[in-house]
């Protein structure tokens, strides 16, 4: 739910609202593996280049649930439902523990396509939103082809005719999942950040009308990390794959609303990364532990791109698996209330959603099991844990579920965080 949707329920005109009103952002890492051959993605992305070389290759049983009562039915938006809050509300109501655990993941999948057996846990467990990963060399056609098998499987796990979410990561050079007939060959975004601001929109224009004609609502870009020219290169998960598109806060805040306004004018939803930023580590969370930025706090100039796109008010918000000395020493990222509820939430008045970068694959986190992963970011303010490998994923939404079922207070963190999802496939829709 947007900002200004929230503002106008706030204030008791819930009666005005229509579906989809008050400018809703349209539904649309990561971290890249230079080779050409590359079929994981990371924090969420493998790569597709054969140079340069990297020192480092980037990527950014429990119990099954049961289908809720309102899954596989014609149930619509509830009748007379004045605003999207309480439509969400109404609709999140109606789902089990189980089905509001699991529409809250989302679980990597192929680029080239999902198997039979993938699907098919995905379908069982309740899940609904899927990230397309590694490097693809299908067309549009042929991957929307792929994807309509995703979503028609999916579908009846999300109430009232909802969307299901297929994500990728589209940001250019390195990092680019989709590279076959008919999608742009984007350069890196560093090469991007020299072009005018209208060719850069004209160009992400046409990026987003691609994914859209493929069936993908999500892109998880743009990179909004300042890497300063003093680090460049050394920085090993944006500087060194040329993913940032300036080396001061202005230029590349100014990038970041370019792409956010045209990916979201082709009904693509933007999501900015990686908060608080990437830009002055020298590690990659993905391939290494431990990683941690002693510099950026709550008032650093990194935060400008991100603190522009909060006002702007299109894109979604990804989460850094890194950790931030002065914000919360004591926790990675995407397990601090600091970092997520305390920084971008109440400081920055941010009150969309938030997604974590690759909580499977990443080292940095590894040290957590898989399940309390996902069940420790909804605990700090999280709402969408992204988990590139199937397995690991249907992993997740059931211990979000068992967590939810054994401690009232992380239930309704879950079921907030569900309404959430719900209310932004409604403004979607």
């Known amino acids: 739910m947007t900002p200004c949707t929230r503002r106008l329920v706030s204030l008791g005109m819930l009666s005005v609202l229509v579906l989809g009103g008050c400018s809703a952002a349209q539904p649309g890492n990561q971290n890249p593996t230079p080779s050409a051959s590359a079929t994981s993605a990371p924090g ?47 609709l999140v109501d109606e789902m089990t523990l189980d089905d509001q655990a699991a529409s809250l993941v989302m679980a990597g999948v192929p680029a080239t ?185 709550a008032g650093s100039q990194d935060l400008e791109p991100f603190k522009e796109a909060i006002a702007q008010d299109l894109s979604w918000v990804m989460v850094s698996n890194a950790r931030y000395t002065q914000i919360d020493g004591k926790n990675d990222a995407p397990f601090s209330s600091k970092v997520i509820t305390g920084l971008l939430r109440d400081k920055l008045g941010y009150d969309g959603l938030v997604i974590s970068d690759d909580l499977c694959e990443a080292k940095q986190v590894s040290s957590v099991s898989v399940g309390q992963r996902a069940v420790k970011f909804v605990a700090a303010g999280g709402t969408v844990p992204l988990c590139v490998n199937t397995s690991d994923a249907v992993t997740m939404a059931a211990a979000l579920a068992r967590e939810a079922k054994s401690d009232k207070q992380f239930a309704a963190q879950v079921r907030e965080a569900a309404v959430m999802v719900l209310e932004e496939k409604l403004e979607g829709k």
């Open 44 to 90: 969420v992305g493998s790569s597709a280049s054969a140079s340069p070389q990297p020192s480092s290759t980037p990527t950014e049983g429990p119990e099954q649930s049961s289908a809720p009562s309102s899954q596989g039915t014609e149930s619509s938006t509830p009748a007379g439902g004045s605003g999207v809050r309480e439509q969400a509300e109404a």
């Open 113 to 297: 396509g999902a198997g039979a057996a993938q699907i098919a846990a995905l379908e069982e467990q309740g899940i609904s939103n899927v990230f397309l990963r590694g490097r693809s060399q299908l067309s549009v056609s042929q991957t929307a082809a792929q994807v309509r098998k995703i979503t028609d499987a999916l579908d009846r796990n999300v109430p009232g005719k909802l969307p299901v979410w297929v994500a990728t990561d589209q940001e250019g050079g390195f990092v680019r999942v989709l590279q076959g007939p008919g999608f742009t060959e984007l350069p890196t975004a560093l090469t991007q950040g020299a072009w005018s601001q209208a060719t850069l929109k004209s160009r992400m224009s046409a990026v987003g009308g691609e994914l859209a004609e493929a069936g993908i609502n999500v892109n998880l870009a743009p990179v909004a990390d300042v890497v300063p020219s003093s680090i460049g290169t050394a920085n090993d998960p944006i500087g060194y794959f040329g993913r940032e598109y300036a080396n001061n806060a202005a230029d590349a805040a100014a990038d970041v609303l370019t792409i956010n306004q045209a990916l979201a004018a082709e009904g693509v939803q933007p999501v900015v990364k990686h908060f608080p930023g990437l830009g002055r580590v020298t590690a990659n969370t993905d391939t290494s532990s431990s990683v941690t930025d002693t510099s950026v706090g």
